[in-house]
């Protein structure tokens, strides 16, 4: 029974074009969350959501654009991808912002 | 200072020793802290939660120093399968998200 899922798994695209990536959660959290997980395997947050509404946005090109639909679902739409884009995204939720995360399990996503 | 730094190995230690990692943090506000583990190609997994007082979880114990501003992660009798990247995670403060460091990578080794 998958708490955090995200498809695709693997995404592998051109410069230049537009995807998405879709998250659903079912453990009843209010925050949800993007991360981005680049070849250094370093793990940096893009967006947090809380009952639907952004609460952070780090820094982000506006190419990227999160939507939430309700509570359980937050979805991640790339514009115009571009080589260094190619990374692995992860979704995440949490009761609230400070506590414990679960993550989904990751899109890899290959810019060519 | 960054926020949460960590020594990003590769720890390489056989199989039934004892490993420690530690993680400093710069914000004295930080409230809530965490090991997160990583295997290769898959997602963050919460290891556990750090407690004030320290904690413990079979062959796992974490504890935090607030004073010296670090907390560690000391692991007994290593098995092959802790072989994963440990992610020391605290928040900045009050209600905010948290942060993750950049991992320490272990390597257990027959």
């Known amino acids: 029974d998958t708490a955090v899922s995200q498809t695709p798994k693997y995404l592998v695209t051109q410069m230049g074009n537009d995807k998405s990536i879709k998250c659903e959660q079912n453990?009843?959290?209010?925050?949800m969350y993007w991360y981005k997980q680049d070849s250094k395997k370093f793990l940096k947050i893009m967006f947090s959501?809380?009952?639907?509404?952004?609460?952070i946005n780090e820094t982000v090109p506006n190419r990227f654009s999160p939507k939430s639909p309700d509570k359980a679902h937050l979805n991640l739409h790339i514009n115009s991808l571009e080589l260094g884009d190619s990374a692995v995204y992860f979704c995440?939720?949490?009761?609230?912002?400070?506590?414990?995360?679960?993550f989904g399990p990751g899109t890899r996503l290959t810019v060519l | 200072r960054k926020e949460v730094e960590q020594d990003p190995g590769p720890f390489n230690v056989p199989e039934g020793a004892t490993v420690a990692f530690n993680c400093t943090y710069s914000?004295?506000?930080?409230?809530?802290f965490f090991w997160y583990r990583q295997d290769c190609r898959k997602e963050p997994k919460l290891l556990m939660s750090?407690?004030?007082s320290g904690n413990e979880d079979g062959r796992f114990t974490a504890q935090l120093n607030r004073a010296s501003q670090y907390i560690s992660l000391l692991i007994r009798d290593s098995k092959l399968s802790d072989s994963a990247t440990y992610l020391c995670?605290?928040?900045?403060?009050?209600?905010?998200?948290?942060?993750f460091g950049k991992g320490t990578r272990l390597s257990v080794i027959a």
């Open positions: 995440a939720s949490s009761p609230d912002l400070t506590d414990t995360q679960y």
């Open positions: 453990l009843g959290h209010d925050t």
């Open positions: 959501y809380n009952n639907k509404e952004l609460i």
């Open positions: 914000n004295s506000a930080s409230q809530s």
């Open positions: 750090v407690y004030s």
């Open positions: 995670v605290v928040n900045r403060a009050g209600n905010t998200p948290l942060v």
